[in-house]
């Protein structure tokens, strides 16, 4: 039996710095994955290098019930770049654990069951995320998952006001889906999605585990929206590359909640310590900013290359999928060989998420190696 995590695919790697990792053998690539998204600082980014070693003389962990001060300045930090309506945060250690979270609050703040999500959505591959999560080949085999759950047509508000009723607790979203193939809400979706949860009581659940933390071109990429979402969740680049888990709600939320949840590990001041470091020089390197600009520039050069293998190119900031018109996997090889490592958004598209770091010239080098790959493909 083979499971996810058994290495599928060569290389191993060693180490890494920002941008560039390098593999057992002394080869050298550019990252243009960031592992699915991890990596918005690049690897071992000093300022979280720093933070994480400065911590680890101090306190590595304590319980999620006692308070410490790594997690109060976290805390405090990542709410101040957060939606403002957004006063709560639960920590946890993964993006599924995240979501998780954010389906039992919902649940337990409005007593209702049902949650709405989207086709083609990915929010995490435990029982609870998973169950809203779309694609059949996750979920099957390990059905009957959470009931309750129904999936409706992407960027469709008529099907999702259809489906929302009063004993709907939530709606839960991505505003770009990644795992799904880098599909962008359309700009009346969001907002559709908002009126009708208001409409009907239930709760707008963003899951901004991918796209957050300057990945789009925004902090939160709702903020293009203009919509404020009940619950956020957010994890992978977080903190800088160390395992984490942030589940944002409104104060609303947290009083109407009735029931208990926690984990062991949430908080741990080694990951809260490597967070603020992450919020920060995100903040002062102006991160989003710099992903809008190298994302445009990037999303313009792969559209105008002409390749009759491409059928759409479509992302926001550095979050872009190149769908094509045969299977990727000969692409991201292609690549691969070449030194450049991206990843798939389904079995057509070639998916990018560089670190936001990423110096110009290697961003250069990875997309003329991609108008090579998709020439000769
Ligand atoms: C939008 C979204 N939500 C949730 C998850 C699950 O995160 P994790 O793999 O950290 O559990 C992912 C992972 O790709 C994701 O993209």
Same mark, same amino acid.
């Given at each position: 039996?083979?499971?996810?995590?058994?290495?599928?695919?060569?290389?191993?790697?060693?180490?890494? =710095?920002?941008?560039?990792?390098?593999?057992?053998?002394?080869?050298?690539?550019?990252?243009?994955?960031?592992?699915?998204?991890?990596?918005?600082?690049?690897?071992?980014?000093?300022?979280?290098?720093?933070? $994480?070693? =400065?911590?680890? %003389?101090?306190?590595?962990?304590?319980? *999620?019930?006692?308070?410490? @001060?790594?997690?109060?300045?976290? +805390?405090?930090?990542?709410?101040?770049?957060?939606?403002?309506?957004?006063?709560?945060?639960?920590?946890?250690?993964?993006?599924?654990?995240?979501?998780?979270?954010? $389906?039992?609050?919902?649940?337990?703040? +409005?007593?209702? +069951?049902?949650?709405?999500?989207?086709?083609?959505?990915?929010?995490?591959?435990?029982?609870?995320?998973?169950?809203?999560?779309?694609?059949?080949?996750?979920?099957?085999?390990?059905?009957?998952?959470?009931?309750?759950?129904?999936?409706? *047509?992407?960027? @469709?508000?008529?099907?999702?006001?259809?489906?929302?009723?009063?004993? +709907?607790?939530?709606?839960?979203?991505?505003?770009?889906?990644?795992?799904?193939?880098?599909?962008?809400? =359309?700009?009346?979706?969001?907002?559709?999605?908002?009126? #009708?949860?208001?409409?009907? &009581?239930?709760?707008? #659940?963003?899951?901004?585990?991918?796209? &957050?933390?300057?990945?789009?071109?925004?902090?939160?990429?709702?903020?293009?929206?203009?919509?404020?979402?009940?619950?956020?969740?957010?994890?992978?680049?977080?903190?800088?590359?160390?395992? $984490?888990?942030?589940?944002?709600?409104?104060?609303?939320?947290?009083?109407?909640?009735?029931?208990?949840?926690?984990?062991?590990?949430?908080?741990?001041?080694?990951?809260?310590?490597?967070?603020?470091?992450?919020?920060?020089?995100?903040?002062?390197?102006?991160?989003?900013?710099?992903?809008?600009?190298?994302?445009?520039?990037?999303?313009?050069? $792969?559209?105008?290359?002409?390749?009759?293998?491409?059928?759409?190119?479509?992302?926001?900031?550095?979050?872009?999928? #190149?769908?094509?018109?045969? %299977?990727?996997? *000969?692409?991201?090889?292609?690549?691969?060989? @070449?030194?450049?490592?991206?990843?798939?958004?389904?079995?057509?598209?070639?998916?990018?998420? *560089?670190?936001?770091?990423?110096?110009?010239?290697?961003?250069?080098?990875?997309?003329?190696?991609?108008?090579?790959?998709?020439?000769?493909?």
């Amino acid at each position: 039996m083979e499971f996810a995590c058994s290495p599928k695919r060569a290389p191993t790697f060693v180490r890494g =710095s920002m941008a560039t990792l390098w593999d057992d053998e002394g080869n050298e690539y550019i990252d243009c994955g960031a592992s699915f998204g991890v990596g918005n600082l690049g690897h071992c980014n000093p300022a979280v290098v720093e933070a $994480i070693t =400065s911590q680890a %003389k101090e306190l590595i962990h304590v319980g *999620p019930t006692f308070g410490t @001060d790594a997690k109060a300045a976290f +805390t405090e930090k990542l709410l101040s770049v957060a939606p403002r309506n957004l006063g709560r945060v639960f920590l946890s250690n993964s993006g599924s654990e995240a979501v998780e979270a954010a $389906i039992k609050f919902a649940r337990a703040s +409005t007593g209702r +069951t049902q949650v709405v999500a989207a086709m083609r959505g990915f929010h995490g591959r435990t029982m609870g995320a998973l169950s809203a999560t779309w694609r059949r080949e996750f979920r099957e085999p390990f059905e009957p998952l959470v009931p309750g759950f129904e999936h409706v *047509p992407y960027n @469709d508000a008529g099907a999702l006001r259809k489906t929302v009723t009063k004993d +709907t607790a939530a709606v839960i979203l991505e505003a770009v889906q990644g795992e799904g193939g880098v599909h962008v809400a =359309s700009p009346e979706y969001l907002p559709a999605a908002r009126e #009708i949860c208001d409409a009907s &009581g239930a709760l707008l #659940i963003l899951d901004e585990v991918q796209t &957050g933390m300057g990945r789009t071109g925004r902090m939160f990429a709702v903020e293009r929206w203009g919509v404020l979402p009940d619950i956020l969740t957010v994890a992978k680049s977080l903190a800088g590359g160390v395992p $984490i888990g942030a589940t944002l709600t409104t104060e609303a939320v947290e009083r109407g909640f009735k029931g208990s949840h926690n984990s062991t590990f949430g908080g741990n001041p080694l990951a809260c310590a490597a967070g603020t470091a992450a919020i920060d020089y995100t903040v002062r390197e102006r991160l989003p900013e710099r992903a809008e600009r190298l994302g445009s520039w990037a999303m313009d050069e $792969i559209r105008g290359l002409e390749a009759p293998g491409v059928r759409e190119v479509r992302g926001l900031g550095l979050m872009i999928g #190149i769908e094509l018109r045969e %299977k990727a996997a *000969p692409v991201l090889e292609a690549l691969q060989d @070449d030194g450049v490592i991206a990843i798939g958004g389904g079995s057509s598209v070639v998916r990018l998420l *560089p670190p936001l770091v990423i110096p110009e010239e290697q961003w250069t080098r990875a997309i003329e190696s991609l108008g090579r790959a998709l020439r000769h493909g």
